[in-house]
């Protein structure tokens, strides 16, 4: 069935300070507009709403500039721990994995894990086997480092803060996209939260919470506050108000989100409906987020 309108939207993570220089600015943009204009071509070309979320999320991955893959931040025993999630609305697919360490693409081996096994969600060292064992690029932790996340850790530590888990200015990246199929998919991928107890695994890579599509109704990826993403079923919550309450997408969103605040959990979210609708609320300082639909140019925000 061939679908009237498609689209794409990804987001950076939320809770972006309002410190970052104009110049921080200007490469983030750049980034995520050529990452966009590639995604979209996919979908332009009646590619599928799950290669392109795929490629968007590897491309973050692939960048310094996000707090995914290569851009992670690092445990209190200063590792980088990564988590990744993806979800095809068509028949409710689903992979995730968590706290890898050695993985280069943990979205890439998040999709491999559905397609390959009869499981949804493999974690640590029994992931970076599987990884392994179908030839999905595993790299050097060193290939993760960076001094700026790890003086980043160091200073919060030094303030002797005990479990204390830092809000990062740029944080997990996500996409959700329709296709011309009217296939919906999403996908989500973060290094967590710095100075993270070693093994804490957030709504990343918890179907329903950080990651959700449903043909037909919506598709969502969220960043914040993980513990409490987990707790109200964020993702999911989003296309079941749509679904049960015949709530608009942006109706539904912005409430969830402004519910979140009212008890004091701080983050955003990106969504797209069934019929290439898009919402992008957060609650805190900004959220890095940026779209393109059949009916909309390119658009990019982050406050």
């Not at 402004?258 to 983050?267: N, P």
Request: aromatic share 6%.
């Amino acid at each position: 069935m061939a679908n009237e309108n498609y689209g794409i939207v990804v987001h950076g993570g939320a809770g972006v300070l309002s410190n970052l220089s104009s110049e921080q600015q200007q490469i983030i943009e750049k980034k995520v507009s050529e990452t966009l204009i590639s995604a979209y071509k996919i979908l332009q070309n009646g590619g599928s709403s799950l290669d392109a979320v795929e490629f968007a999320v590897s491309e973050f991955e692939d960048s310094p500039l996000f707090n995914a893959g290569r851009g992670s931040v690092y445990t209190s025993e200063e590792v980088q721990e990564m988590d990744a999630s993806i979800m095809f609305g068509l028949d409710r697919s689903a992979g995730a994995v968590a706290s890898v360490k050695k993985v280069k693409n943990p979205i890439r081996l998040a999709r491999k894990v559905f397609e390959k096994t009869e499981h949804v969600l493999l974690v640590g060292d029994g992931a970076e086997a599987f990884a392994k064992s179908i030839g999905e690029p595993i790299v050097d932790p060193e290939y993760f480092y960076s001094e700026k996340n790890l003086q980043r850790l160091r200073k919060v530590k030094s303030k002797l803060v005990q479990n204390q888990l830092i809000q990062d200015k740029i944080g997990t990246v996500g996409a959700v996209a329709l296709d011309k199929s009217g296939n919906i998919a999403a996908a989500t991928s973060t290094g967590g939260m710095t100075n993270k107890m070693p093994g804490r695994i957030g709504d990343t890579p918890i179907i329903g919470s950080g990651t959700w599509a449903q043909n037909e109704i919506c598709g969502v990826s969220s960043t914040g506050h993980g513990e409490f993403f987990i707790k109200f079923q964020i993702a999911k919550e989003v296309c079941t108000r749509i679904e049960y309450l015949n709530q608009s997408l942006a109706e539904s969103a912005t409430d969830v989100i402004e519910e979140l605040k009212k008890i004091g959990a701080t983050g955003g979210l990106i969504a797209i409906d069934k019929d290439a609708n898009i919402s992008t609320p957060f609650n805190t300082d900004g959220m890095i987020r940026g779209s393109i639909t059949n009916r909309s140019e390119l658009n990019f925000a982050i406050y």
